[in-house]
């Protein structure tokens, strides 16, 4: 069955680092996108990064812009979101998300979260 695995994820110190990784198995991974996504308590899930199935176009949210690295490794399928100069405002958890490639007009896209992993930015 499909399984979005995320790790990574702990209490960091504003400033600090923290590398993120999302272990996919259960579906042709290298014809998924991948994103990340977060969710502070009382907001709503934010979209966080995302990159295209060959790894190209690597998109950020304005907030994270310079500071966020997303990347990916098909042959290992996993995708990660490498994070620096992290701030409090960074504190939420963090999702994996997939999306497949459309297909028809007429079919769903695929689209698989996993559990998420908790980031929490703090002195």
């Known amino acids: 069955q499909v399984q979005l695995v995320e790790s990574g994820g702990g209490l960091v110190q504003p400033g600090g680092s923290l590398r993120l990784s999302c272990a996919a198995s259960?579906?042709?991974?290298?014809?998924?996108?991948m994103s990340w996504y977060r969710q502070a308590p009382g907001k709503e899930r934010e979209l966080v990064a995302g990159?295209?199935?060959?790894?190209?176009?690597?998109n950020y949210a304005d907030s994270v812009k310079g500071r966020f690295t997303i990347s990916r490794d098909n042959a290992k399928n996993t995708v990660y979101l490498q994070m620096n100069s992290l701030k409090p405002e960074d504190t939420a958890k963090y999702y994996c998300?997939?999306?497949?490639?459309?297909?028809?007009?007429?079919?769903?896209?695929?689209?698989?979260w996993g559990q998420g992993t908790q980031v929490t930015v703090s002195s």
């Open positions: 259960g579906f042709t991974f290298s014809s998924f996108a």
């Open positions: 998300n997939a999306k497949g490639p459309f297909r028809a007009a007429w079919i769903p896209r695929e689209n698989y």
């Open positions: 990159i295209a199935s060959t790894g190209g176009n690597p």
